[in-house]
């Protein structure tokens, strides 16, 4: 399986975002639809190892699984389907096309300035 | 992760991203950055980057991918005896291990280069970007790339090519498509190989694998193949060909980067026993 790919090429993503602002990684948001090809738990397993002596060690993973849904151009409806099954539920048609559910998205990097305490006369306002 | 190009910056959320944006400060030192950003956006601008490289030779680049043993490198070898003379082949091997298939198409008389991926269960375009630097694209006028043997995620990987098949073997049993949708709905081909073995596996239905492919709302044609006679290679010749003739139109008109590939003649779409699913008959 390549999850710890995709998991490493996820660490190196914040990292960068997190290097740009000088801060750690608290938190990430994935988006995983079914239809990705990766499977949330496999990456949840591979993420500790991936993120090993990196500024994503440490941090919680969240991953917002996406339903599979078809939008059938016949009914003008969109439906949740099963992934193997991407008919229209309504009329049969398999001219369907997928609406959500492949997605593989980093969704939010949520991060903590590593000078957060001491510095808060520099903050806004 | 593209700096540069914010590639899965839209305009929708532009705003989540810039600095200052809704939800990038808040005031305890914690910060909110929306990346909406492809997890493997790195593989896809290698990828592009391939893809230059393919458009600035010309080449037409076709990925196939199926189980381990399915018949990919036995269809390689009698598509090069095929059509060897006639057109430019080069091939590009990935497997877990050792150089064999690479050396079995070399015996063919065409170029190969091995990839040898230790671990890895798939192709990336980084490798594939390797291997480009170790031939020449010069006269090659169709380029193979022969997918490590996994039915999961090569899929997911962008390598630049311009076309996907997967081979579907009757001794895997007809019902692969539902097992393994995210792979044989990216496919643009399909091809039932080792065709000439359904006399000894008459529970392998060819409509049963159309129709599994069918429900991942999948319009790729299903073409039999066998390696074993020059009449049950025929039908993904012809698909190939007709590839190739409307990939040099598009190089003519410099619109390689438009090419789309097309269904072909083995247009399997009115097959009558998907009428479960075509409630209507082409009412157009
Ligand atoms: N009967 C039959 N056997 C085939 C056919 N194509 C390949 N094979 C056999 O299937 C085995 C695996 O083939 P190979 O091309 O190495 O599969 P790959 O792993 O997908 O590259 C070999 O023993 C081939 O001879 C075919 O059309 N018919
Ligand atoms: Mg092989
Ligand atoms: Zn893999
Ligand atoms: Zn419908
Ligand atoms: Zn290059």
Redesign the pocket.
């Known amino acids: 399986m390549h999850e710890l790919s995709v998991c490493q090429a996820l660490v190196e993503q914040a990292e960068l975002i997190a290097r740009e602002r000088q801060a750690s990684v608290t938190r990430l948001i994935l988006q995983i639809g079914p239809l990705s090809g990766v499977e949330s738990e496999l990456l949840r397993r591979a993420f500790p190892l991936a993120s090993a002596g990196t500024c994503c060690e440490g941090a919680a993973l969240e991953i917002l699984a996406a339903p599979v849904t078809v939008y059938c151009p016949d009914c003008m409806v969109t439906s949740e389907v099963a992934a193997n099954k991407l008919l229209c539920p309504e009329c049969g048609n398999w001219r369907t096309s997928l609406a959500s559910g492949d997605e593989m998205v980093l969704q939010t990097v949520e991060l903590e300035t590593r000078a957060a305490n001491g510095n808060e006369s520099t903050g806004q306002r | 992760m593209c700096d540069t190009c914010g590639c899965n910056i839209t305009p929708g959320n532009k705003h989540l991203v810039e600095a200052g944006g809704k939800f990038s400060h808040s005031a305890s030192g914690h910060e909110s950055v929306e990346v909406l950003q492809n997890l493997l956006s790195e593989n896809d601008h290698q990828a592009d980057h391939n893809r230059e490289h393919f458009h600035r030779h010309g080449v037409l680049v076709i990925n ?1 991918m ?13 598509t090069v005896r095929a059509l060897g003379g006639k057109l430019g082949i080069a091939v590009i091997e990935g497997d877990l291990e050792t150089e064999n ?1 690479a050396q ?1 198409l070399r015996e063919c008389g065409i170029p190969a280069v091995q990839i040898t991926t230790g671990s890895a269960c798939h192709l990336d375009a980084h490798m594939v970007h390797q291997a480009l630097h170790q031939m020449s694209l010069d006269n090659i006028d169709v380029l193979f790339i ?1 997918n490590v ?1 996994n039915l999961v995620c090569p899929a997911s990987f962008d390598l630049g090519q311009h076309i996907n098949v997967a ?1 579907l ?2 001794p895997e049993g007809d019902d692969k498509p539902a097992k393994y949708p995210v792979m044989f709905r990216a496919v643009d081909a399909v091809l039932l ?5 359904l006399q000894v596996l008459p529970e392998f239905s060819p409509q049963r694998a159309e129709t599994a492919l069918r429900s991942l709302a999948s319009e790729a044609p299903l073409l039999n ?4 006679s020059a009449e ?1 290679l025929q039908p993904w010749l012809d698909w190939l060909g007709e590839q190739i003739a409307v990939f040099k139109s598009a190089r003519e008109t410099g619109a390689m980067g438009h090419f789309r590939p097309v269904t072909g003649q083995a247009h399997v779409l009115t097959h009558p026993h998907l009428s479960q699913f075509t409630p209507r008959e082409n009412d157009g």
């Not at chain 2, 199926?66 to 009698?78: D, F, H, M, N, W």
């Not at chain 2, 190989?193 to 073995?197: F, G, N, Y």
């Not at chain 2, 193949?225 to 074993?228: L, T």
Request: glycine residues 12%; aromatic residues 0%.
């Open positions: 196939l199926s189980s381990p043993g399915a018949g990919k490198t036995s269809l390689l070898e009698a298939d079995r022969e043997g081979l073997s009757v190989s080792k065709t000439d073995l193949v066998n390696v074993r049950g």
